[in-house]
């Protein structure tokens, strides 16, 4: 689209302070600060804040924003939205399409007098069997997270991850395996492709872990025995698979661990520097974000003409989008990323 006749996009979706901010709607997208009325991609809590008076997201992720939030803090009002579902707000078409990120994580699309944008939120195109794969939407202009938006970037299989991680736990049946992992979505996926590869023995949590486990039991997940890592006997996880937040497995908690294998569960585990500076003995690189490729495939199958680019490696990506004959442009966002971007990602 040439946006001669429809108004173009900058016109009216505004970077603000607070966040993106479409003017038409009234209404701002994951804002950074507690506002009157926000649409919100998923639970992470860089894009997911306490205190607006209105929030619009799908049921899961008002779920899972009021178990994190409390009631109350995950909006004074709370409006559920299906994928797929379009309503209308002051003239402004609005629906959400799956990001594969996490479980209800959505991308936001838009539409004003015959202009289209959708903000991706973060996304992945992996198998994911804890949440809904993500779902390409046509478009004019793309808004696109970067996390891994270099070249460097290109994740290996997932389940061949979890295959590593059996294999060095047949062969060391009297070491606990740790693995450092982000208490939503991560976690979660974790297990799925645990029990999809056939583990089915118990699998212990660090007490951070077991309230967005319980979560996504409730809203259909099945995860299999799960049992708490705290209050367990040294001798009752030998040859277990413990499930910890990052921040755990360097602390003193891990210790108490029978002669742990420290693993890491992140995009960020392909670089070795990272895996040896967190004192990782078995990086698994397993990433909830889309890598260099997915990025740039994601981006063209939207048919946007222009590309839109947040909390990234910006730079990158615009010059390749530009080879393909794709303009790309920073969007400058602050305060996204703030979630531990090691542990998130």
């Not at 038409?24 to 860089?46: E, K, T």
């Not at 003239?91 to 289209?116: C, F, M, N, T």
């Not at 004192?279 to 698994?284: S, T």
């Not at 303009?327 to 602050?334: E, K, Q, V």
Request: include cysteine; charged fraction near 20%.
């Amino acid at each position: 689209m040439a946006f001669t006749t429809a108004p173009h996009p900058e016109t009216w979706l505004k970077v603000t302070p607070a966040g993106l901010f479409c003017e038409p709607g009234g209404f701002f997208i994951d804002p950074l600060r507690a506002v009157d009325r926000a649409v919100i991609s998923h639970g992470h809590s860089d894009h997911a804040r306490p205190g607006h008076a209105a929030v619009l997201a799908t049921p899961e992720t008002l779920a899972i924003m009021t178990a994190r939030l409390g009631e109350g803090r995950a909006g004074a009002t709370q409006q559920a939205l299906r994928y797929g579902e379009v309503i209308t707000i002051n003239g402004v078409k609005l629906w959400l399409r799956p990001a594969g990120h996490v479980l209800g994580s959505a991308q936001i699309a838009l539409e004003w007098q015959g202009s289209r944008v959708v903000v991706s939120g973060d996304y992945k195109r992996r198998a994911d069997p804890s949440c809904t794969a993500f779902e390409v939407e046509r478009c004019d202009v793309f808004i696109t997270e970067a996390t891994f938006a270099l070249p460097v970037f290109r994740h290996p299989d997932a389940m061949g991850e979890i295959a590593r991680l059996l294999r060095s736990a047949a062969l060391f049946p009297e070491r606990t395996h740790v693995i450092g992992c982000y208490a939503l979505g991560k976690c979660q996926r974790l297990i799925r492709m645990l029990r999809q590869a056939g583990y089915d023995r118990p699998i212990h949590l660090h007490g951070a872990q077991q309230g967005l486990c319980a979560v996504y039991e409730e809203l259909g997940v099945a995860l299999g025995p799960l049992l708490p890592a705290t209050v367990a006997r040294k001798d009752a996880l030998k040859g277990a698979i413990v499930l910890a937040p990052p921040s755990a497995i360097a602390d003193r908690w891990a210790r108490r661990l029978a002669e742990p294998v420290v693993a890491n569960a992140s995009g960020w585990m392909g670089v070795r520097q990272r895996a040896r500076q967190g004192g990782v003995e078995l990086p698994l690189v397993i990433s909830d974000h889309a890598d260099w490729d997915e990025l740039l495939e994601t981006c063209a199958a939207t048919g946007a003409e222009e590309v839109w680019v947040t909390h990234g490696r910006e730079d990158a990506l615009i010059h390749a989008l530009g080879l393909q004959g794709i303009r790309g442009r920073a969007l400058n966002l602050i305060g996204r990323g703030e979630e531990d971007e090691e542990a998130a990602a």
